[in-house]
């Protein structure tokens, strides 16, 4: 009886170290993969503060890139950035610069850039357009860099549900302002990314949608 007792102590002995070894094997395992989704995500705050991860937003590019077979677009203000997906697949990103003042547009001249799910318009070459910017240095040649995305905002489209007209995406004569606030409402690229952004685009813009969130 003695050594029986001796016996099934080793056992136990051998099986509990056998599951510390396992214990150790898979905790590291476990730790890595959850630290590569914390680094995949994608998180942006809603208007009630709380956040949206990648995740949540994978269901609306699922549906309109997926789905639709389409280019959508996704700008995050607060990340300056803009994200092209093409039938549901990320293609480019690319440093943006958004409205002056943060939050929602509310009003015409309030240097706001519109929250929303705009349809693309057109493409317009802007390339001999000129704009005053109203700091003293007069009319600007080329403020809207080689083209113009003009952009859908009506009551239907954006999430104020008042319409705005002149919203768009555009190049800029001042490359450094990129990755701040710094527009009157649209969305700014540098040129030479703009350019790129035209050219993987359909034929002026078709069936193309821009979604801004803050």
Not at 129 to 152: C, M, Q, T, V
Not at 163 to 184: F, L, M, V, Y
Request: glycine fraction near 8%; include cysteine.
């Amino acid at each position: 009886m003695k050594y029986r007792y001796i016996w099934a102590l080793l056992l136990l002995m051998f099986l509990a170290a056998c599951s510390v070894n396992k214990t150790e094997e898979i905790v590291p395992v476990q730790m890595i993969k959850e630290q590569n989704e914390r680094k995949m995500e994608i998180s942006f705050p809603k208007k009630d503060g709380a956040l949206l991860k990648k995740e949540e937003i994978t269901p609306r590019i699922k549906t309109l890139a997926l789905e639709e077979k389409g280019d959508y677009l996704l700008v995050i203000k607060h990340l300056f950035k803009l994200f092209h997906y093409q039938d549901g697949k990320q293609i480019a990103e690319y440093f943006v610069a958004i409205g002056l003042n943060p939050g929602d547009k509310e009003e015409v001249g309030d240097f706001r850039t519109p929250l929303g799910l705009f349809p693309v318009v057109k493409i317009e070459d802007s390339s001999n357009w000129e704009h005053d910017f109203s700091d003293g240095k007069g009319s600007i040649k080329n403020a809207y860099g080689p083209w113009f995305i003009r952009l859908l905002t009506n009551e239907k489209t954006t999430i104020s549900g008042k319409k705005w007209t002149g919203i768009g995406i555009h190049g800029t004569h001042n490359p450094n302002s990129i990755g701040k606030r710094a527009t009157e409402g649209c969305i700014r690229l540098r040129n030479e990314d703009l350019v790129k952004l035209v050219q993987s685009l359909p034929e002026n813009g078709q069936r193309t949608l821009v979604e801004i969130v803050e």
